[in-house]
């Protein structure tokens, strides 16, 4: 496909002398707000564009999908900048409630110098998540994408430049985790860190800013979202559609996904065959077919690890009901078909652990207690579902449950304009999206005014 540099510890050095000399020089962080959202304007505009070559690189990239790249992912990305760039004259700072012998004025302004350290499951659209409202904002930023799915990152921040936006107010250092992240996290002049990525990685950058110079880190995490189904559902097929794109969306690669179901004992059977049933329909395969919804896991190690934790599933006493492909069925790839296990109890990995895969675990339960108790029962806290027809209840359980983002009777991670992140250990320290996103990357100042 191409040749993606390997940044090493000089390079990122490079980069970040670059990002803070820009932004002392005020080229980008002096520049009025609304010269900044005509700047970032110009940018989306060509990035819509070259839309479908965004779509196509993630597509090839990561094996994602290409209608779910083309509907989803790249539509999301635009709108995530265009968004932020429009916001970025309309955050305003406050003035203290002082008495007549002084004025308080609380300002918002750029932090300094951003990392932006990204995962391969949305190349496009998380790179949008950060990079919009930090630039927005007026700060310098370095993106760092996985080093899996680079492609999208070069060519986004390549069209950034040919719109205006200055070169060291946006760079891009690729590379490993361990050459390139590493340095990025331990770098003294560097002031913010936004990440979002594995929980083990996360803690690593915790680690990088205690041993540099305390530079903020904002952690987007993992998590076991659970999709709790109650009896009394209105309509089988809303909730059989929401349960499968939940769970399988992005071949379960998906920071949310709803990967435990837990069902009210009373409606399992009914609810399991009708999802099988729906399941057997979608199409595995070859992600450049628009037909796909199904695409292989993103490279060999990470397949190897989702069929050991299929197989450790059934060691474990998981029963196995639904697999429509094992790793048989399509040789020389590294596709793997949904699978879904019932009577998975919450000592078993499967209840417990990010498998990123499509895999879900099924799990029944009796009482409204009972549900709440079981979703809550792991470290994650990213997202959750909850289907009943009771509103009493949903509001109920909706405030129970210990998660960023909650859904009632439906699968969603809110929009653009709601803030998005975990709770526990799926995350802290900030949000993206919504107007909260900014606050990664601005920091308050008083200026008191004594009279
Ligand atoms: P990862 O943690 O392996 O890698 C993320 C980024 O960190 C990559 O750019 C990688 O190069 C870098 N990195 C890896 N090791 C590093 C190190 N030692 N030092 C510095 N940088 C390092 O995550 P991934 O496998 O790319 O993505 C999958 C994970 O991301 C899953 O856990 C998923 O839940 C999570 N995720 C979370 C969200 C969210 O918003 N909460 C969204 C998407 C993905």
Redesign the pocket.
């Known amino acids: 496909m191409g040749q993606v540099s390997l940044g090493s510890a000089e390079i990122v050095d490079q980069a970040v002398r670059s990002a803070r000399a820009a932004f002392e020089s005020g080229e980008w962080s002096k520049r009025t707000p609304a010269g900044r959202k005509e700047a970032m304007f110009a940018w989306i505009a060509l990035l819509e564009a070259h839309a479908e070559e965004l779509a196509a690189l993630d597509c090839v990239d990561a094996g994602k999908p290409i209608t779910e790249c083309r509907e989803n992912d790249i539509p999301a990305a635009l709108e995530t900048l265009r968004w932020h760039a429009e916001a970025a004259d309309k955050v305003f700072g406050k003035v203290a409630p002082t008495g007549p012998e002084a004025l308080g004025v609380i300002t918002k302004g750029p932090i300094g110098v951003v990392g932006a350290?990204?995962?391969?499951?949305?190349p496009a659209a998380?790179f949008a998540f950060k990079v919009g409202p930090a630039l927005a904002a007026g700060n310098s930023v370095i993106v760092?994408?996985?080093?899996?799915t680079s492609m999208s990152a070069y060519l986004m921040v390549k069209l950034a430049h040919e719109a205006g936006i200055p070169e060291s107010a946006l760079l891009l250092v690729t590379g490993?985790?361990?050459d390139?992240?590493?340095p990025?996290?331990l770098h003294t002049d560097v002031d913010v860190v936004s990440?979002?990525?594995?929980?083990?990685?996360?803690r690593?950058?915790l680690e990088?800013s205690a041993q540099s110079n305390l530079k903020e880190v904002v952690l987007?995490?993992?998590?076991k979202s659970p999709q709790i189904v109650f009896g009394d559902y209105y309509n089988l097929d809303e909730v059989v559609d929401n349960v499968l794109e939940s769970a399988f969306l992005t071949m379960g690669?998906?920071?949310?996904a709803g990967s435990r179901l837990l069902v009210e004992a009373s409606v399992k059977d009914e609810l399991l065959d009708a999802l099988m049933t729906q399941l057997r329909q979608w199409k595995i395969g070859d992600p450049a077919d628009s037909q796909t919804q199904i695409g292989p896991m993103i490279e060999q190690a990470h397949f190897e690890k989702v069929l050991s934790y299929i197989h450790g599933a059934s060691d474990e006493g998981a029963t196995l009901i639904y697999r429509e492909a094992d790793e048989n069925t399509f040789p020389d790839s590294w596709l793997v078909g949904p699978t879904i296990y019932a009577d998975v109890t919450p000592q078993m990995s499967l209840f417990q652990n990010?498998v990123?895969g499509p895999v879900l675990a099924v799990t029944t339960f009796e009482s409204e207690e009972e549900a709440i108790a079981l979703a809550n029962n792991t470290a994650y806290g990213?997202a959750a579902s909850v289907y009943t027809s009771d509103l009493r209840r949903a509001q109920r359980v909706a405030a129970s449950i210990k998660a960023g983002t909650v859904s009632v009777n439906g699968y969603s991670e809110g929009d653009i304009s709601a803030p998005?992140?975990?709770h526990k250990q799926?995350?802290f320290g900030g949000r993206?999206n919504g107007l909260e996103a900014f606050d990664q990357y601005t920091q308050i100042k008083t200026v008191w005014y004594v009279n």
């Open positions: 350290v990204l995962p391969w499951n949305y998380i760092k994408p996985a080093e899996l490993r985790g361990e390139t992240g590493k990025l996290g990440f979002t990525g594995s929980t083990a990685v996360g690593k950058f990088y987007e995490l993992g998590g690669q998906n920071c949310t990010e990123f990213l998005f992140g975990g799926s995350g993206d």
